[in-house]
């Protein structure tokens, strides 16, 4: 293990992170692009396209986003598509609480930066680094800002080119984001017994998208799974 | 007839709804470590806190790999294989998506 134990920031971090970034290249391109085709055909405007891209920045949000826009908005619909988003982005209330120790002696306008470039791949390389005991700052920064870089220009192409891929499921891509998820999982694991919460977790994950429509599954799982956690000894 | 802002037509309203959505979501994105900030770690919150990674993990991901079926699940399972081996990402990764459409050229 390192000796620089407390956090920390270099820009030899950030450099790393954007190294480590790179599995997660496959997933954000392929959704990305997928993005900028719905947007395109749906009549967006390139500049509605890559603005929701660069800002609002949350892949699901986004398509879901695409099924209730409007031509022109009242304040209902407006209201309806922000609270959309907020349920479909819930999740990552629990991103950040997992990065609160890491980031608590950041300087403020660099934690904002970075929690505005958070996403679940991103937060998933950065714990894997923590977890194996780094604690540089830069390399989650430096992950969030190349992720961000690649979903911005698949956007930009998927809006001219369509899929960027003919026929994705031929390759296997429609699944890249669950198993690029899943491959994480590994370097996570520490024995069976702190993975008792994990099993917890996706068997309520299991049960609520059989009986609820929508992303809620994600959520209400991954609660439950902190739930296991702190009963568990 | 719109002076109440009722109707907020393009390219104003686009704007205001993408400033919404933004909004909206760095709340999400900062509220995690604002609320952590306040709360004092206890043991307990920690073995939580411990127990989330994962957690989220297979929340997101189960329910997407059982609807896709065995092909899915074996691929998954091969992933992690390579993953536990090799300990690299990437081959991870490949060997996930590889198997996936081997599998679903002879399927």
């Keep these: 293990m390192s000796p620089a134990l407390r956090p920390h920031f270099s820009s030899a971090g950030l450099r790393h992170g954007a190294r480590a970034a790179l599995p997660a290249f496959p997933g954000f391109i392929m959704f990305a692009a997928a993005f900028g085709t719905a947007a395109a055909q749906k009549g967006l405007s390139l500049g509605e396209t890559l603005g929701l891209s660069a800002f609002v920045y949350a892949g699901a949000s986004q398509m879901v986003g695409l099924e209730i826009w409007q031509q022109a908005w009242t304040p209902s619909t407006i209201l309806t598509i922000m609270t959309v988003t907020a349920v479909v982005n819930a999740r990552m209330i629990l991103l950040g609480a997992t990065l609160q120790p890491w980031l608590k002696d950041e300087p403020l306008a660099r934690t904002a930066l970075n929690l505005f470039l958070i996403t679940e791949a991103g937060w998933l390389v950065g714990t894997r680094y923590h977890g194996e005991g780094g604690r540089d700052v830069g390399v989650l920064l430096g992950c969030g800002i190349i992720l961000w870089v690649v979903w911005f220009f698949a956007t930009l192409s998927g809006f001219f080119a369509g899929a960027l891929v003919p026929e994705p499921r031929r390759f296997g891509l429609d699944l890249v984001m669950p198993i690029f998820f899943g491959v994480m999982l590994v370097p996570l694991w520490k024995g069976a017994k702190p993975a008792l919460p994990w099993l917890v977790a996706g068997a309520v994950s299991l049960v609520v998208h059989a009986l609820v429509p929508g992303y809620a599954f994600i959520i209400v799982g991954a609660l439950a799974g902190v739930a296991a956690g702190m009963l568990i000894e | ?107």
């Design chain 2, 1 to 107: 007839m719109n002076t109440a802002g009722t109707i907020i037509a393009s390219p104003w309203g686009s704007v205001l709804v993408i400033a919404a959505m933004t909004l909206v979501t760095f709340l999400c994105r900062i509220a995690g470590v604002v609320v952590m900030s306040r709360v004092r770690l206890t043991p307990r919150i920690e073995r939580g806190l411990r127990a989330l990674p994962g957690s989220i993990i297979l929340a997101t991901i189960l329910p997407v790999v059982i609807d896709n079926g065995l092909h899915a699940i074996i691929a998954l399972a091969a992933a992690i294989l390579a993953m536990a081996v090799t300990r690299v990402d990437i081959v991870g990764l490949l060997v996930g998506l590889g198997t996936l459409s081997v599998i679903r050229a002879f399927a």
